[in-house]
């Protein structure tokens, strides 16, 4: 437990840091990330929470078993199922972020400009959605062989970064710097580089990974997420007049169904393992 508790306590601190940075931001900066944060944190929930709870218990018996060869196939089989939720989700977020903070934010004093600021900081957060679902599989690979020491010390040096990155990125628009939207793109890149080191420690501890399998997936995923994204950006510019309702409902539907067709024409094996994983909770 000692591992854990340090982790969860560095989260904790991470918080708080970036809540004493856009504190000294023009008012308005804290309350914006923290609306962009939860909002990226609905598809992280629902996805990846989810997926990783139902693998868990897998990865714990073949990892008590010694059946390695099965454990490393697991690992694969959940990582690109959730990589192949997060991914377009992300897309879906950067581009639709502005009509869909209208819908489910702006009334009352949370006016244009309150809409403006938290459609920064979300789409900045959800380029690292994909991160943030990966983290949560790769860290429940390390405790089902017992080994939370790793994935702990790897969170330290992501929230080190994290710090450094926030110092930098957050100065004022006209110094340079993103504002608060700075804060929102180092916690991405901190996280984006998080999951990469756990993978490649996962790799090194349990004799690689299948990462040609693992890429083909990726590759696959984010050819279908840039023509969604296409077809989402075109709805979005040809409905812009209409109003964020229109602009948020058509251009979810019309994405989803883009990318369902197109990771059918691409013969893409990950829903039957998102399905496989799911039946297993």
């Known amino acids: 437990m000692g591992p854990r508790v340090l982790g969860l306590a560095a989260v904790q601190l991470n918080f708080l840091i970036n809540t004493i940075l856009a504190s000294g931001l023009p008012a308005g900066s804290l309350a914006a990330l923290n609306y962009g944060w939860l909002l990226m944190l609905l598809p992280q929930g629902v996805f990846a929470q989810a997926v990783a709870t139902a693998a ?13 060869g099965a454990f490393r196939a697991t690992v694969s089989s959940t990582l ?20 869909l903070v209208e819908v ?9 400009g309150s809409t403006a600021a938290v459609a920064l900081a979300l789409g900045l957060y ?41 110092l930098i990125l957050s100065r004022p628009i006209g110094g340079g710097g993103l504002a608060h939207g700075g804060l929102a793109l180092a916690n991405s890149i901190a996280t984006l580089l998080e999951m990469l080191a756990l993978a490649l420690l996962l790799s090194r501890q349990v004799d690689g990974l299948p990462w ?11 050819a279908a997420s840039l023509l ?10 040809f409905l812009a007049d209409w109003g964020a309702w229109p602009t948020t409902i058509v251009g ?4 989803g169904a883009i990318f369902l067709l197109a990771t059918l024409l691409l013969r893409a094996p990950e829903p039957a393992s998102l399905w496989r994983v799911l039946r297993r909770r």
């Open 56 to 68: 868990f218990p897998t990865l714990s018996a073949q990892a008590a078993r010694g059946e390695m």
């Open 212 to 222: 040609r399998e693992l890429a083909g997936s990726i590759g696959r995923t984010a």
């Open 104 to 112: 489910l934010l702006q009334r009352g004093a949370f006016d244009a």
């Open 228 to 237: 969604m994204g296409f077809v989402v950006w075109s709805v979005a510019h």
């Open 80 to 99: 690109r199922a959730i990589l192949f939720l997060a991914i377009p989700a992300s897309v879906g977020l950067i581009i639709l972020r502005r009509p």
């Open 126 to 166: 959800a380029l690292g959605l994909a991160g943030h679902c990966g983290v949560e599989i790769l860290a429940r690979a390390f405790y089902s062989l017992h080994d939370t020491l790793r994935p702990v010390a790897v969170g330290l040096a992501g929230m080190a970064l994290n710090i450094v990155l926030s």
């Open 252 to 255: 979810v539907l019309a994405g």
